[in-house]
């Protein structure tokens, strides 16, 4: 089927301002094959139905929107936890600013020199998640993260290091374009905690392709910059083998346009993939999480619970799906997706979706938006609580279901105080 016009000259317009990155030989394969399935599929629009809900326009464009970045005198979010830093600025690696890269039970390297290997291990992986993730759901925007992605991690986890690894990204010019692309690949029995933190870039593409074998666990919390006028589309593809763990946790506070997609491949026996997300939108905020999770095989479970916090105008998107496929008996899917207005302006759209070819399973979804209970906010009142403070108790009441879902007490613990910190900030 032939391209729509509109759509194919914004594709020619943004491939213009894009060069092919040198390389080996199997990553120019790789970005190679990307740019020919970009160009066959078109970038995203208005009309694509996954993307009804979130206009695409400012991540498809050719220029990017300038975005100041935001001032302040908060401490880093993971600040105070013992970790290997992994700095980023504006999209390229700070070397200066990074901690040195060795640590045991861990080999780490850039992207950007381990495409130039002739043999290397990360060619099993790149672009090779991205590109199973484009069935049944075309996304074009993680395509041209592949084809022209020149910075990044590569990440091969061979143990259990002893602490986590933590991409810090620094937004420092108002018109940066960054485009990252990081692979993990964690082996049998292997375990690794990925933690991120920042806005990056006044645009800002991320894909994170991860591949869990057999017994691995593989822990993902990141907190999204709090520059206003930032905008982010980030995609993370995984893998997971027999038995293994994945677990993702994002929180989000401002940003003009923020749309996080998660495609899950459960392919091993046993599996368990946890997806979980906590947004505060004030104002001109549209945050959009779209996730889309396979079964294909027996025994897996999966949770999807992503909470938005909205007022003063902003928009919230959930898009979730759960796809079993036949044969992947005793499979447990929950999904649920929920917001709090604060306001009548406001709005969220949501998309829950099942799909079961299998009939021993337990799959379950729910979506609900709602205002503050009356009942609980008179409760607190009429003990002397002042109406800002009751709003926050009741908003923190509200998000704790998704910060359990952090395992690690120290990180969910600088994620709370985060969070209380700016819900009494209100900004």
Same mark, same amino acid.
């Given at each position: 089927?032939? =391209?729509?016009?509109?759509?194919?000259?914004?594709?020619?317009?943004?491939?213009?301002?894009?060069?092919?990155?040198?390389?080996?030989?199997?990553?120019?394969?790789?970005?190679?094959?990307?740019? $020919? +399935?970009?160009?066959?599929?078109?970038?995203?629009?208005?009309?694509?139905?996954?993307?009804?809900?979130?206009?695409?326009?400012?991540?498809?464009? /050719?220029?990017?929107?300038?975005?100041?970045p935001y001032q302040t005198d908060e401490a880093p979010v993971f600040g105070q936890i013992d970790r290997l830093r992994i700095v980023f600025r504006d999209g390229v690696f700070d070397a200066e600013e990074s901690d040195d890269l060795a640590l045991e039970g861990i080999e780490i390297e850039r992207l950007s020199d381990a495409t130039q290997m002739d043999i290397h291990w990360a060619k099993n992986l790149y672009g090779v998640l991205e590109k199973r993730g484009q069935d049944p759901v075309a996304r074009p925007l993680a395509t041209l993260n592949t084809g022209f992605?020149?910075? *990044?991690?590569?990440?091969?986890?061979?143990?259990?290091?002893?602490?986590?690894?933590?991409?810090?990204?620094? #937004?420092?010019k108002e018109t940066s374009d960054a485009i990252l692309h990081h692979?993990?690949?964690?082996?049998?029995? $292997?375990? =690794?905690?990925?933690?991120?933190?920042?806005? $990056?870039?006044?645009?800002?593409?991320?894909?994170?392709?991860?591949?869990?074998?057999?017994?691995?666990?593989? #822990?993902?919390? +990141? $907190?999204?910059?709090?520059?206003?006028?930032?905008?982010?589309?980030? #995609?993370?593809?995984?893998? =997971? *083998?027999?038995?293994?763990?994945f677990k993702s946790f994002t929180l989000t506070a401002n940003g003009v346009m923020?749309?996080?997609?998660?495609?899950?491949?459960?392919?091993?026996?046993?599996?368990? /993939?946890?997806?979980?997300?906590?947004?505060?939108?004030?104002? /001109?905020?549209? #945050?959009?999480?779209?996730?889309?999770?396979?079964?294909? /095989?027996?025994? *897996?479970?999966?949770r999807q619970v992503f909470k938005k916090v909205l007022r003063n105008g902003a928009t919230g998107v959930f898009q979730g799906k759960i796809l079993v496929k036949p044969g992947a008996q005793k499979t447990d899917g929950y999904q649920i997706s929920q917001s709090l207005m604060l306001d009548d302006d406001s709005q969220f759209l949501a998309k829950p979706e099942l799909e079961i070819y299998a009939d021993d399973v337990a799959c379950s979804h729910g979506s609900?938006?709602?205002?503050?209970?009356?009942?609980?906010?008179?409760?607190?009142?009429?003990?002397?609580?002042?109406?800002?403070?009751?709003?926050?108790?009741?908003?923190?009441?509200? =998000?704790?279901?998704?910060?359990?879902?952090?395992?690690?007490?120290?990180?969910?613990?600088?994620?709370?105080?985060r969070l209380e910190s700016w819900l009494q900030r209100r900004g």
């Open positions: 089927m032939a =391209l729509a016009k509109t759509k194919q000259d914004a594709t020619q317009e943004r491939l213009a301002t894009l060069t092919l990155p040198d390389g080996a030989a199997w990553a120019t394969a790789a970005r190679a094959d990307a740019v $020919a +399935r970009l160009r066959q599929a078109g970038l995203p629009g208005r009309r694509d139905e996954y993307w009804k809900y979130t206009d695409p326009a400012s991540l498809v464009q /050719a220029d990017v929107v300038p975005a100041a992605a020149t910075d *990044g991690v590569v990440i091969r986890v061979t143990g259990r290091p002893s602490k986590p690894v933590s991409l810090v990204y620094l #937004h420092r692979i993990i690949h964690v082996e049998e029995g $292997a375990a =690794l905690t990925l933690l991120e933190n920042g806005p $990056a870039a006044a645009r800002f593409s991320k894909v994170l392709e991860v591949e869990v074998a057999d017994r691995g666990a593989f #822990h993902h919390i +990141r $907190a999204q910059g709090r520059d206003h006028e930032r905008r982010a589309v980030t #995609h993370i593809f995984a893998r =997971l *083998g027999d038995e293994s763990l923020t749309r996080n997609e998660v495609v899950l491949e459960l392919a091993g026996q046993n599996g368990v /993939a946890h997806v979980a997300g906590a947004a505060l939108g004030d104002g /001109a905020f549209h #945050h959009d999480d779209t996730v889309f999770i396979t079964h294909d /095989a027996v025994g *897996g479970e999966s609900t938006s709602g205002e503050i209970d009356d009942d609980a906010m008179f409760y607190l009142r009429s003990r002397g609580v002042p109406q800002g403070a009751a709003q926050d108790l009741l908003t923190r009441a509200f =998000l704790a279901e998704v910060i359990e879902e952090i395992d690690d007490p120290e990180i969910a613990e600088d994620i709370q105080s």
